[in-house]
């Protein structure tokens, strides 16, 4: 009994001493506890956030592949109108621009065409508004302009009706020859 009461004297001066150790690691424990709280109310919050801004993205995702998938399908279509236009191109006869060149009053349809060629092929190219009776068939002077610049080297022209950059024509641009068209 003696050996047992010292054994638990000696245990009670350990806990007595190891007392205020435990009493820090104690309150370690309760701040780790208050910072781990915090850390998980403002987890859940941004967690909130982003399954908003997921949800919020997966649409936009589905928009933009609706968008694609519709824009595939125009371009699978137009592209082998594209091709068709082409080898239209290629087969005109030069020698056909050669009597455009004499007309003096050309049709609404010839003048519509040549200036939507200048807009894609000369955009800073200003035309010259012309004056008396050349004014009632040509009054905003695309046709005099297509006439210096097309009609005068109609290989050159084809050329570049053939080798134009289709791929990076500005919006601005379509929009205006739309109506033309």
Do not use: H
């Amino acid at each position: 009994m003696q050996t047992a009461a010292i054994e638990v004297d000696k245990l009670s001066r350990k806990l007595e001493a190891d007392a205020p150790i435990l009493a820090k690691t104690q309150i370690e424990v309760e701040s780790t506890k208050k910072i781990i709280s915090e850390k998980t109310v403002k987890a859940e919050a941004v967690k909130s956030v982003v399954v908003v801004e997921e949800e919020e993205a997966g649409k936009q995702a589905a928009e933009v592949k609706a968008i694609k998938d519709n824009a595939d399908t125009e371009l699978n279509t137009a592209l082998p109108e594209l091709a068709a236009a082409v080898k239209k191109v290629e087969q005109i006869e030069v020698s056909a621009f050669y009597s455009l060149k004499t007309i003096q009053k050309p049709a609404q349809s010839v003048v519509a065409v040549f200036k939507i060629c200048c807009l894609f092929l000369l955009p800073n190219d200003k035309p010259k508004k012309p004056q008396g009776d050349k004014a009632e068939a040509d009054p905003e002077g695309y046709w005099e302009l297509a006439k210096t610049k097309f009609l005068s080297d109609p290989k050159g022209f084809l050329r570049s009706l053939v080798e134009y950059d289709r791929d990076n024509i500005p919006d601005a641009l379509i929009k205006r020859v739309q109506p033309l068209m």
